[in-house]
Nanobody, 120 residues
Framework: QVQLVESGGGLVQAGGSLRLSCVAS????????MGWYRQAPGKQRELVAS???????NYADSVKGRFTISRDNAKNAVLLQMNSLEPEDTAVYYC??????????????WGQGTQVTVSS
């Protein structure tokens, strides 16, 4: 089994910043893609940003220029630096990792979610 533990959510005023972190542990041989998704009330879960093990990044258009994803492969960790936050960024943010286990099985894992609330 693999566990993803997230931290860093909270309440912030519009224009402020937050940093989310996620650390994966457990039955891990390697991790290919790590990323962050979010789900606002009444909406579908959507990709915010992702990064490959080689450092290739992908961002949702709505966060480009404001959010930065980074990764520490040695720690199996992924960070999301969120600047210039807007009320529309309010959501539960979920960490995701595509993990190859020591048994050579690939599976997607999700964190428990962390709430980000941006007040206007």
């Amino acid at each position: 089994q693999v566990q993803l533990v997230e931290s860093g959510g909270g309440l912030v005023q519009a224009g402020g910043s937050l940093r989310l972190s996620c650390v994966a542990s457990g039955n891990i041989f390697s991790i290919s893609t790590m990323g962050w998704y979010r789900q606002a009330p009444g909406k579908q879960r959507e990709l915010v940003a992702s990064t490959s093990s080689e450092g290739t990044t992908n961002y949702a258009d709505s966060v480009k220029g404001r959010f930065t994803i980074s990764r520490d492969n040695a720690k199996n960790a992924v960070l999301l630096q969120m600047n210039s936050l807007e009320p529309e960024d309010t959501a539960v943010y979920y960490c995701n990792a595509r993990v190859l286990s020591v048994q050579w099985r690939t599976q997607n894992y999700w964190g428990q979610g962390t709430q980000v609330t941006v007040s206007s």
